[in-house]
């Protein structure tokens, strides 16, 4: 087994004929503590979005926790947490929508969105 929690070759991203993220190559060991740093617009937010199974790359290849970020990246999911640096509620939906939309985001079957909805608004009153 790697001893590699990340590993990014030529991670690539556009929209369009914008590169967001342009063939960024890192390695993050089990254990270590790495952030990104940089100017708002320079990549970071969509660098993670496809670290954590969120966006798909456009070019390139990366794994997380030995999952490939553009295959399996329900298995990416399942396996991380990730907590964003600004609370990313949308302001536009209740408190149940976001709950429901998240659980969806993290593939959860009806019925445990449901069962985790109650269990979360009751306990948060």
Known sequence: MSDL????????RTFGSFTAVNHITFDVRAGEVFGFLGANGAGKTTAIRMLTGLLAPSGGNAT???YDVARESESVKRSIGYMSQRFSLYD???VRENIRLYGGIYDLTSSEI???TRTMLARLG
């Open 114 to 116: 449901d069962d985790r």
């Open 5 to 12: 929690a990340i590993q990014a070759k030529d991670l690539t």
């Open 92 to 94: 536009d939906l209740s």
């Open 64 to 66: 997380v926790a030995g």
